[in-house]
């Protein structure tokens, strides 16, 4: 049997309460978002997968990031932050509206000169970017049946030893309902048999939030 301890709603609350607490910035963000859409601010990133961006980012010293999937900036908050001097975020999405949500926090944060926003859609900003080697670090957590043609984009910039970090590849537990077809749960699917066995890459999928897929370029 594998070693798994399931995340019971106690256990989660205890593993939240273990991790570095959001700062009022981010916290303000936070509430925001969900005062603002309700259930659709579930598209937000959850706060210890916040956390987990900061550590890796922190750890990686990225000196180009991108975030394929904005939103209201509440993730690309985390990994400007952890941002080494003169590191940059690059971030794409196709919603002004929504990204400009973030864009007071950001400055609140003192990261707002870091972060190139982007709007339009995200494959056409990534085949827009050189073809060099010059991606550390990548964050894909837009529409999902895009995920594989992100996912390659990135990958032929990323540098060796670069990190890319996939978000909702266990899709809420829809991914095994095979009558399950609509297009975002397909492409989720996809996206997990696609990066399965690929030799340019070795990949590990971690429990986190709705789940959180580390790539790193062999």
């Known amino acids: 049997m594998p070693k798994v301890t399931a995340l019971t709603d106690d256990l989660c609350r205890y593993l939240l309460r273990r991790g570095t607490a959001d700062d009022a910035v981010a916290t303000e963000l936070r509430k925001e978002t969900l005062r603002r859409f ?3 601010g579930a598209m937000m990133i959850a706060e210890d997968q916040g956390g987990l961006l900061s550590v890796l980012v922190g750890t990686l010293a990225p000196k180009l990031a991108v975030e394929i999937g904005t939103f209201t900036g509440y993730g690309s908050l985390f990994i400007a932050r952890a941002l080494p ?3 940059k975020l690059l971030c794409c999405d196709v919603n002004a509206e929504w990204a400009r949500i973030g864009k007071p926090y950001w400055r609140r944060a003192g990261v707002a000169e870091k972060i190139d926003l982007r709007i ?4 056409e900003t990534l085949r827009g970017l050189p073809d060099a080697e010059a991606v550390d670090f990548a964050f894909i957590d837009a529409d999902k049946a895009n995920y ?3 996912y390659e984009e990135i990958l032929k910039r990323t540098r060796k030893n670069g990190l890319i970090a996939v978000d909702n ?4 537990n829809w991914l095994m309902d095979a009558a399950d077809q609509n297009p975002e749960t397909v492409g989720v699917r996809e996206f997990n048999d696609h990066i399965l066995g690929d030799p340019r890459v070795q990949t590990a999928m971690l429990h986190v ?4 897929t580390l790539i790193r370029k062999l």
């Not at 590849?169 to 809420?172: A, F, P, T």
């Not at 939030?209 to 959180?212: C, L, M, S, T």
């Open 38 to 40: 309700g259930e659709l």
């Open 85 to 87: 001097p003169g590191g």
């Open 120 to 123: 339009a859609p995200a494959l």
């Open 148 to 150: 594989v043609a992100y």
């Open 169 to 172: 590849v266990l899709w809420h």
């Open 209 to 212: 939030g709705d789940g959180i």
